[in-house]
Nanobody, 116 residues
Framework: QVQLVESGGGLVQAGGSLTLSCAASPSIFSIYAMGWYRQAPGKQREFVAQ????????AYADSVKGRFTISRDYANNTVFLQMNSLKSEDTAVYYCQATVLPYDYWGQGTQVTVSS
């Protein structure tokens, strides 16, 4: 079993920055990939970013490319999502996701609100 706990959400002004954290337990060493998804009010959950933990290959949704960065910290069993140049359309609940093939695990989500 993999438990994922997101943190770092909050209120930020447009143009500002915020960093989300996803702590995995018991460790991230057994996880193939981790990613971030988000769900805005009235919309479907959408892919944001993914990192392959062994090697660090990353992928991003076009809507966040160049503004968001996903990274990993093995020592603290944590994956981060650094969000820069935030826009009002980034407002959503952000969910951490982990892949341990063939299974997926999800965190409970953290709210990010971007004000104008």
């Amino acid at each position: 079993q993999v438990q994922l706990v997101e943190s770092g959400g909050g209120l930020v002004q447009a143009g500002g920055s915020l960093t989300l954290s996803c702590a995995a337990s018991p460790s991230i060493f057994s996880i193939y990939a981790m990613g971030w998804y988000r769900q805005a009010p009235g919309k479907q959950r959408e892919f944001v970013a993914q990192i392959i933990l062994s090697g660090g290959s990353t992928a991003y949704a076009d809507s966040v490319k160049g503004r968001f960065t996903i990274s990993r910290d093995y020592a603290n069993n944590t994956v981060f999502l650094q969000m820069n140049s935030l826009k009002s359309e980034d407002t959503a609940v952000y969910y951490c996701q982990a892949t341990v093939l063939p299974y997926d695990y999800w965190g409970q989500g953290t709210q990010v609100t971007v004000s104008s």
